[in-house]
């Protein structure tokens, strides 16, 4: 996995130009960091607001550690209730003085450029407490990112064995 994660990364083209200018992500794709990544419906049960709040603590005295959040809706019918989310996440990004570790995509991207962020990330962080299946995860794993779940639902189920850590909730 470590030698195709480098031989991913020497592959920078067209399309990898392609997803910096879609998201911004494109700088920290080069050169030897520790990449967390989760992407996902912006809802509480994702419980992204633990993810942010425990990069801040992990990524303390590192600075070759980065969060790549990509946050889509499915309805407009839970716009303010988002808007409400996106604040409380930029306010932890904002208190832990993170900014300069979290990319925060907020839309939907094309398939390839999701492809391209679980290939270049080293872990996909995925601690929800209300998922009935977890496509994401699935995604997450077939490109060899090694997923972090919570004991919770289905979640533990796909991460048999080796396949990814499981964390207590």
């Excluded at 407490?129 to 060899?144: I, N, P, S, T």
Aim: charged fraction near 30%.
């Amino acid at each position: 996995p470590e030698e195709d994660k480098e031989k991913y990364k020497k592959s920078i083209d067209a399309d990898t130009e392609k997803l910096y200018k879609e998201t911004g992500v494109y700088p920290i794709l080069l050169g030897d960091k520790f990449i967390c990544c989760f992407i996902g419906m912006n809802q509480n049960k994702k419980n992204i607001g633990a993810i942010v709040d425990n990069f801040a603590k992990f990524s303390i005295g590192k600075q070759d550690v980065f969060l790549v959040l990509v946050l889509h809706s499915s309805s407009r019918a839970q716009r303010s209730y988002i808007q409400k989310l996106d604040t409380d996440i930029q306010r932890i990004i904002k208190t832990n003085d993170i900014h300069d570790k979290c990319y925060v995509v907020e839309k939907s991207l094309p398939e390839e450029s999701l492809v391209r962020i679980y290939k270049f990330s080293d872990c996909f962080l995925y601690p929800s407490v209300g998922e009935g299946f977890g496509l994401q995860l699935l995604e997450a794993m077939a490109c060899k990112c090694i997923p972090i779940v919570t004991n919770y639902t289905s979640l533990p189920e796909l991460v048999e064995g080796e396949r990814g850590l499981k964390i207590k909730v």
